[in-house]
T-cell receptor, first 112, second 109 residues
């Protein structure tokens, strides 16, 4: 299995909702990443997990809460989001930090 | 935060022509990678060039790296309509990637 999967593909939520994005890989990778990408912009790094421990939090607001339950799974919990949080959220994994990253197809999020 | 700057921002060519995209960055790097993204989808890794390498080839792709100028270029030869996508360089300087602004390539059939 050489792919990164993300669910859901699309998500529409209100500003008071709580939702979660899920990411899964079965390549034995020990580093996993969340990126946020606005239209016509490059991906921006949000969080990095290495060996299931949070390594980097790029000053992301607390309304985004990452979780790494095991080495194959990465979640992003969303609560009280703002309309400006609407974006494509990409998950990636790599063998270790610093190695080539493999991306999932993304979750397109719309906050109303 | 964004590390690299890419130019051009947009490039439109005819099928069969070559496409060259450039990337400049600011800090010292371990390696530089190029990714491709079709509209609104995930990124696909194309090629990685290490800081001690100057040129690398993969099929119709040729990447160069000039660490003295802190710049890289991606050449796609004999372009096809299916090459239409956004292309991003990404630099690894501290074990994490930072993406450039990207070049939007359109190949007309």
């Amino acid at each position: 299995d050489t792919e990164v999967t993300q669910t859901p593909k699309h998500l529409v939520m209100g500003m008071t909702n709580k939702k979660s994005l899920k990411c899964e890989q079965h390549m034995g990778h020990r580093a996993m990443y969340w990126y946020k990408q606005k239209a016509k912009k490059p991906p921006e790094l949000m969080f990095v997990y290495s060996y299931e421990k949070l390594s980097i939090n790029e000053s992301v607001p607390s309304r985004f809460s990452p979780e790494c339950p095991n080495s194959s799974l990465l979640n992003l919990h969303l609560h009280a989001l703002q309309p400006e949080d609407s974006a494509l959220y990409l998950c990636a994994s790599s063998q270790e930090r610093g190695k080539t990253q493999y991306f999932g197809p993304g979750t397109r999020l719309l906050v109303l | 935060s964004q590390q690299g700057e890419e130019d051009p921002q947009a490039l439109s060519i005819q099928e069969g022509e070559n496409a060259t995209m450039n990337c400049s960055y600011k800090t010292s790097i371990n390696n530089l990678q190029w990714y491709r993204q079709n509209s609104g989808r995930g990124l696909v890794h194309l090629i990685l060039i290490r800081s001690n390498e100057r040129e690398k080839h993969s099929g119709r792709l040729r990447v160069t790296l000039d660490t003295s100028k802190k710049s890289s270029s991606l050449l796609i030869t004999a372009s096809r309509a299916a090459d239409t996508a956004s292309y991003f360089c990404a630099t690894d300087s501290n074990n994490d990637m930072r993406f450039g602004a990207g070049t939007r390539l359109t190949v007309k059939p």
